[in-house]
């Protein structure tokens, strides 16, 4: 028989009950979960094709659809973050050859860039300085020039804190037959948004961002339009856990086995989706526009001057300058160590310039705010 090893002395410490700091989340994401939302995550486990897990999944399409205001009837939450929602966008609309133009004003456009190409795309793009949005005539002298399969755009920039216009982008898209992709990362629950109206064929997002809910079960949608371009595909989707044809038939009526799902992670996304439900959307959205107006209000009393220009800021996560002589880096780690409070820099070309300041979910509350600009009065020089 074989001898087990012996546990040293720092494994030891590993088999101390688990500790964490309770922090404020401000920065780019996660944000803080809703108390309601972790009880959820508490409840007893069930299988995966149990008919209630089941029922669970039917709401939270239903939910889903809602929140996004849209029909599709492709409408899930991959298991796994953001990301993963992002590449399963990707690749079920992109075969090798497809022209994919990407506008790209921020980190997460250039991150569709790169996706795109390793699924074999054909890959254009139209850039604006970060921080900055495309005007409609600017997107429609690209999409004439390069007559692309694929328009993706990033609504919510979260390395910018800009928010892209949308309206008329899909009509645009229509004209030049192409489908129009959006990220919804940072704008999902907590800006308007209108996926059917603005015409939006396939859109992604996230779970930890604007519906308050712990990382891990991340919404996807598909228009029929995209679900079309989907079926004429001559050649498989190349990445099987993503692929859309496998997963329809799991969320869809025939309830195929296809993976094991984070269940609990569902369970807080059914219910992180039913308060913005239960508050309303209209109210919801006001509720995040109010809340950030007051924060760059106290911003802008501190000094500090904010990088987007106002009618293109995000309601849920604010770019805001490091003033000349000051380590950003120092004061975010001091708001942490000492208050408590998580804000995060700057990412790519921003890098060191601005603060990322996230107002989102549950945490877009005056309190939030009051907490924030209250530490950094004893933190900045």
């Keep these: 028989m074989m001898q087990t090893l012996s546990i040293n002395d720092s494994q030891r410490l590993q088999l101390a009950p688990l500790v964490v700091p309770s922090r404020l989340l401000l920065g780019p994401g996660p944000s803080n979960a809703h108390p309601t939302v972790l009880e959820a995550m508490n409840k007893p486990p069930v299988g995966h094709l149990d008919p209630a897990f089941l029922a669970i999944m039917d709401e939270i399409q239903s939910l889903l659809r809602y929140v996004w205001q849209t029909d599709n009837q492709y409408t899930i939450a991959v298991s796994g973050t953001g990301t993963a929602a992002m590449e399963a966008a990707i690749a079920n609309a992109t075969e090798p050859g497809d022209v994919v133009l990407v506008g790209v004003a ?64 899909g009509e645009l898209c229509r004209e030049f037959g192409c489908l129009l992709l959006v990220d919804t990362v940072t704008s999902l629950g907590g800006v308007p948004i209108f996926l059917d109206e603005w015409g939006v064929d396939l859109a992604y997002s996230c779970s930890q961002k604007g519906l308050g809910c712990p990382p891990g079960a991340s919404p996807l949608t598909m228009s029929q339009n995209a679900v079309e371009k989907l079926k004429r595909r001559q050649t498989k989707v190349a990445n099987w856990y993503l692929d859309m044809t496998l997963l329809s038939k799991y969320w869809g009526s025939d309830r195929i086995y296809h993976h094991t799902a984070p269940i609990n992670l569902y369970y807080a996304l059914r219910e992180a989706l039913r308060l913005v439900a239960q508050e309303g959307l209209a109210s919801c959205w006001q509720r995040h526009q109010q809340n950030v107006e007051y924060l760059w209000q106290g911003l802008e009393e501190l000094g500090l001057s ?74 900045l020089p």
Aim: aromatic share 6%.
């Design 106 to 169: 921020g980190y997460f456009g250039n991150r569709l860039v790169d996706m795109a190409g390793r699924y074999g795309g054909d890959v254009r793009t139209i850039t604006k300085p970060w921080g900055q949005v495309f005007t409609l005539d600017e997107l429609r002298s690209a999409v004439s020039t390069h007559r692309p399969a694929i328009l993706a755009l990033v609504h919510a920039e979260t390395s910018t804190g800009a928010r892209q216009p949308l309206e008329g982008v």
């Design 306 to 379: 904010l990088h987007v220009d106002r009618q293109f800021r995000l309601p849920t996560l604010t770019t805001v300058r490091i003033p000349q002589g000051v380590d950003g880096k120092a004061v975010a780690r001091q708001l942490l160590l000492e208050h408590n409070i998580e804000i995060s820099g700057g990412l790519g070309e921003l890098a060191g310039k601005v603060w990322r300041v996230g107002l989102m979910g549950f945490n877009s509350r005056k309190e939030s705010v009051d907490r924030l600009l209250e530490a950094l009065r004893q933190v």
